[in-house]
């Protein structure tokens, strides 16, 4: 059997080379690179979800370029802390962050919305099965995980809190108000901080909580076009603010996130 539980009934998954089996005949195949589809509608998997290809070739430069690293390395411990058979990273894109976690879960899950990012993902993880859902909508049993993974994606609490035992863990990475100042100083006239992420505690509650703060220097106007890129900022830039960070060849900003671990709470 598989992690996954079909969309429609909810009954478990079998797993063949070529598709996902559902005890009552709803079937799902697998894609070329091994992805299933488990959106509820075949009408709504027909759509376009999530980044496209543009913003995950940019992410996946980024990432690759060692930016981020010290976040990677921040989930990846406090993950590897923790006894996790079987885990979920909800929001995975490309699966840099995945690639650091699989090894430390003998059942390890890649869930994302956009079909793109799963074809990306899938050329980077070799022990997580991947699949196309909604993070609203999980495909997973109520109390069948150790631990859910977020990083920088939205967070679905009631979901994330149905799915989970009630030992399991929440791992979340999330931006703090000062999170690339820089970059808006470029972009806005009056830059804004971030908003305080959203919370959960009547489901969930704090158990470790660490805050990053580092540099991280852009040496080319790839790499500043790639951080653009990937962050929500790109849907929501003046034209003026563009044409001012596609000027600079370099760019030092500042990554400003915490790493935190929640437990549940009992209802």
């Known amino acids: 059997m598989s992690l996954f539980c079909c969309p429609v009934c909810g009954s478990p998954l079998a797993e063949s080379p070529r598709a996902y089996h559902c005890p009552n005949g709803h079937d799902y195949d697998r894609a070329a690179c091994g992805y299933v589809n488990l959106l509820q509608s075949q009408a709504s998997s027909r759509k376009r979800h999530g980044d496209d290809r543009r913003m995950l070739t940019a992410r996946r430069d980024f990432l690759d370029g060692g930016f981020y690293a010290p976040i990677r390395d921040e989930l990846a411990?406090?993950?590897?802390?923790?006894?996790?058979?079987?885990?979920?990273?909800?929001?995975?894109?490309?699966?840099?962050y995945t690639a650091a976690l699989e090894t430390a879960c003998a059942g390890m899950a890649g869930l994302d919305v956009s079909t793109a990012a799963l074809r990306f993902a899938a050329r980077r993880l070799s022990r997580t099965a991947l699949c196309c859902a909604s993070a609203f909508h999980l495909p997973f049993a109520d109390g069948s995980l150790d631990a859910v993974i977020s990083v920088f994606a939205p967070c679905a609490y009631a979901e994330f809190f149905r799915v989970l035992k009630p030992t399991g863990l929440l791992f979340k990475v999330s931006p703090l108000p000062d999170h690339l100042h820089e970059l808006r100083e470029v972009l806005y006239e009056t830059p804004r901080p971030n908003k305080p992420e959203q919370?959960?505690?009547?489901?969930?509650?704090?158990?470790?909580?660490?805050?990053?703060?580092?540099?991280?220097?852009?040496?080319?106007?790839?790499?500043?076009?790639?951080?653009f890129a990937m962050t929500p900022y790109c849907y929501k830039t003046p034209a003026d603010g563009e044409a001012r960070l596609a000027a600079l060849t370099s760019l030092t900003v500042t990554a400003a996130v915490a790493v935190e671990t929640f437990g549940k709470k009992e209802l």
Not at 78 to 95: L, P, T
């Open 77 to 96: 411990a406090a993950f590897a802390a923790a006894s996790v058979s079987a885990a979920v990273d909800v929001g995975c894109g490309e699966g840099y």
């Open 199 to 227: 919370r959960d505690e009547e489901r969930f509650v704090s158990r470790k909580r660490s805050e990053l703060r580092f540099p991280v220097a852009l040496p080319s106007q790839k790499a500043i076009a790639d951080l």
